[in-house]
Structures are given as C-alpha cells and as structure tokens.
C-alpha cells in the first residue's frame, strides 16, 4: 500500500507528510502489520534488563510528543524512543525546516527541538500507559539561560514514567548545543544527573545521544566521562551538518541535520571505534542509514547491541520493521548462529 501512495506523499511539503502520518498512526488508518516471524529467538534480547521481542527501535524526532508510540509498538518496533522534548513549549525554528531528498534517500532538518513542552507530554504519558518499552529524550530550550537546569528539570518530570532517558547533546539545530560533548561540560551535565538520580532514589538508565561529527580524539574522552558516570548506553549518532560532499540533491546545501543513507557509513564507522574502546562496558545503541536487513546487520557487525531508525520509515513505510526483520533473519542464518547478538563486534 505504501508503495503505491509513496509518490502521491512526496508531493506533500516533508512536515505536512509528516503530521499526516502521525495522525494516521493517532487514528489508526494504519492497520497493524501482520508479523510472520513474532517472537523469533534470532532477534530476542534485552535492553536495561528488560525483554524486546527484537532489537529494532524507533529513534527520537518520529514521535516528538509522544502521541503514537503504542502504535509503533503495534508495527513491531521493539523500542521506541520519544522526544526530544524540552521543559517548555516551543515552536522550534522558522519554516520551512525539513527537507526531503529523494535522490540521496535522506533527509535535512532544522527543526529545532519544537515540542508541546514537559507538561504536556506527561500528562499523555500517565493517560496511556506503553505496551512497550519507552525512552524519553530530553534537550534544553533554546531560549533558556540555564541548560543545565532544563535538562534536570526534565529528568525529574519523566524519570518516573520512562523506561530509560536520553540526555541529548547532540542535534546541530540548537546553538552551541554540540558544546556538551567537551570533557568537563558532558562531565558536570551527567554528574547532575546522577546527583538528582539519588536524591529521587531513580533507578532509571540513562542513555546519551551523540554527534556523528565529533573529532576522533574525542571518542576516549567521551568514553571516560561516560564510565565515571555509570551511563547505561550510548546512542550513536545523531544527523550531520556536514557529509555533504556526495549528495545529489539541489536541496543538499539546506542548513540542518542531515540524516539517512548518506551518513549509514559514517555513523557505522563511528560506533566501531567507540565499541573498541568501550568493549562492552556500555550498550550501544547504533542510528543513521538503518533500513533494511543489511544496514541494520552491518551495525551489529561494528558493535550495535540495537539499532534505531526514523528516515528508512520515511522512505521504506510503515512495515520497515518486519522487511528488515525478514532480510536480517536470512543473514543471520546464513552466519549460522541462533541469536544476532553472536555477531555483536565481528566486523
């Protein structure tokens, strides 16, 4: 069905295709996918002691308000992350901000964090208890005069009802944001974190999003600060404001995120550096260019435990989950092995 409708919603302006689909989801005008490889073991594994049915998770910026995330279970989706949501509302950058490219399968956006607020998506949550397991991705406003503060006022608003949280330095459409992957900074904003973990007796793991453009030398120092501070899992990458240089597009000079098939590689060569170094001691959680059975597997191949997606959605449909799934599974068997996390680090 999607394929068939797939020209028709090109048309549309990226942001407007991008409601409708939410919408759509919200209502249920997407029937669920009929699984035929449910509960295979080839995919079954845990994340933050918790069972998943398979390793394949929706990333933040899909669901920004948490409106459809039972929906995205229901398309198989083993996680879903929401967000990145922000203590208040915010309307975001001016329009237009997403930029679709056919040609590269990718897509650029400057969106700029614009959610409903903290409150808002609360109160949804406590309304509609997840069927699965859900991150929330947290950021700063971008008016704010104390990010730190936005960033712990958020921890504490959702700690109760979320899985696990994300800390988000890592979107290139907020000014400066970036600047938390320096040492003393990313080290002070997680030390924060943890300090209001234990005064709320928080159990909750904590993941951090990174940027696909960060230096090499810096992987050990991200490293280090993300040992000393416990942190549960590393969520790699987020878009690119560079990885130009290759795109077909007229549109790929568009300021913003870059995100898809143009940045698949880099991110997959980003999380095999940081799995040399971390060797196990954190979850990765690998994101850029995953849709289809082969991305997804040469993530796991580079040292993914999980794998999130959000522009494969947008250009594969609504049934990525079970294609990868059945294209995954065909490689899986052909390596011979019972469960995919045997290939885990095998690049």
């Not at 409601?19 to 005008?29: D, E, P, R, V, Y």
């Not at 899992?233 to 077909?248: C, F, G, H, Q, Y």
């Not at 790929?252 to 940081?274: A, D, M, R």
């Amino acid at each position: 069905m999607f394929s068939n409708l797939r020209s028709l919603i090109f048309k549309l302006d990226p942001e407007i295709a991008h409601n409708l689909a939410i919408k759509s989801l919200k209502f249920n005008f997407i029937p669920n996918v009929l699984e035929d490889d449910k509960n295979n073991p080839l995919f079954k594994t845990k994340l933050f002691n918790k069972n998943l049915e398979n390793p394949i998770g929706m990333a933040a910026g899909f669901d920004k308000n948490a409106e459809v995330y039972n929906s995205l279970f229901k398309l198989g989706f083993g996680f879903v992350e929401v967000g990145t949501i922000t203590p208040l509302k915010q309307y975001g950058n001016p329009k237009p901000r997403v930029f679709r490219l056919v040609e590269d399968e990718a897509l650029i956006n400057r969106l700029g964090f614009n959610n409903l607020g903290s409150k808002n998506v609360l109160d949804r949550i406590k309304s509609n208890k997840q069927i699965g397991l859900l991150g929330i991705n947290i950021g700063p406003n971008k008016d704010t005069d104390d990010r730190l503060r936005d960033y712990l006022d958020c921890f504490k608003t959702f700690e109760s009802v979320a899985d696990y949280i994300t800390i988000n330095i890592s979107s290139p459409n907020t000014e400066d944001l970036r600047s938390f992957h320096d040492q003393s900074k990313l080290n002070k904003l997680l030390e924060s974190i943890n300090k209001n973990k234990k005064n709320l007796s928080s159990k909750i793991p904590i993941a951090v999003k990174i940027s696909p453009d960060i230096d090499e030398k810096e992987i050990k120092k991200i490293t280090e600060v993300l040992l000393t501070n416990n942190i549960e899992a590393i969520i790699i990458s987020n878009t690119s404001d560079t990885s130009r240089e290759n795109l077909n597009n007229i549109l790929k000079h568009q300021k913003g995120g870059l995100s898809g098939k143009p940045i698949e590689e880099k991110s997959t060569k980003l999380i095999n550096k940081f799995y040399k170094v971390l060797n196990g001691r954190v979850k990765i959680i690998g994101c850029g260019g995953v849709d289809s059975g082969k991305s997804a597997y040469e993530k796991f191949l580079a040292g993914a435990n999980y794998v999130q997606l959000y522009t494969g959605m947008v250009f594969r449909g609504p049934n990525i989950v079970n294609m990868i799934k059945k294209e995954l599974k065909e490689l899986l068997i052909n390596d011979g092995v019972k469960n995919y996390e045997e290939i885990i680090g095998k690049k």
